[in-house]
């Protein structure tokens, strides 16, 4: 099934679909190994795994769309992919749809922010007017419909983030995406204010109860130290059926690789012995199954000629 309307299907018939933020396939290619459904390619996350810099506009449409297109060809689960602010207006940025179409992307979200993007928990941010923002959705939508009609396009609305932003601004202008053609629409809080999430939702379904939201579990929100720390279970219950912990994978691999270079330098050899003790009964333990070397050295049987191979092996 093409990964478009698989997400479709999904987001149709499961009561929630969860996932993390990756920035390599092989971050990726162990989501689809434990049995996610989807794959997420964080814009936070590929700024700082490939240019150690801040999520402030810095990447390029042809950047996340090679960054997604590496992702998307990696797993066969479909890949969702941070389009940021669509990297243009209403006109320019339909070539970003094109691209991650043809990249092999199931969807995108594209937020109302102004250019230069920045995080959606930076402060410093603005947003388009909302007519334009509009405007903007509504090309996005055409363009897809053109394209691939199946292709999943997330419209996101930072208001919230902005001077003066309010949720009334925010429940406008998710409903005005929504009338112009988005699948998914997604507001992205400031914090993990469940009265703010819940009335946003209920607003917003009351006029597209069939079109579903995304909730950002994101870590700027340190759930851990918070008074609402909600679980996925009743955050779908409202109505989002899509929950992305935008930066998990990220974030997990800078705390696990910082434990073991700080053990390698106070430690030495013994932080080895100790990785491999931990990842005993992992599949990564085993790199070169774990990428397929079983597959390639069928083929060089099959098809390299015996001279060689007897001075291979």
Known sequence: MDSSRELRNLLRKEEYVWTTGVYTPIQAKLLEMVGLKVAYVSGYSCSIGYLTRPDIG????????????RVARAVRIPVISDADDGYGNAVTATRTVEEFVRAGVAAIHVEDQRFPKRCGHLAGKTVLPFQEAVLKV??????????????????????????GGTLEEAVRRAIAFADAGADVLWAEFTGPDDERAWDFAERVRAEHPDVP??????????????????RFREIASRGYKLIIVSMGALHAEMAAVYRFAKALLERQEEAQWELEQLEEGLPTSDHHSLVGIERYREIERAFLPEDVLREMY
Not at 58 to 69: C, D, K, N, Q
Not at 140 to 148: A, E, I, P, S, Y
Not at 158 to 163: A, I, P, Q
């Open 58 to 69: 810095f990447l390029t449409m042809t950047e996340m769309v090679e960054f997604a297109g």
């Open 213 to 230: 939201l995304l909730f950002n579990y994101s870590s700027s929100f340190r759930w851990t130290k918070s008074r609402s720390r909600l």
């Open 138 to 163: 509504r090309s996005l939508c055409r363009t897809r419909d053109q394209v691939d009609p199946d292709f999943v396009l997330i419209a996101r609305t930072d208001v919230l983030g902005t001077k």
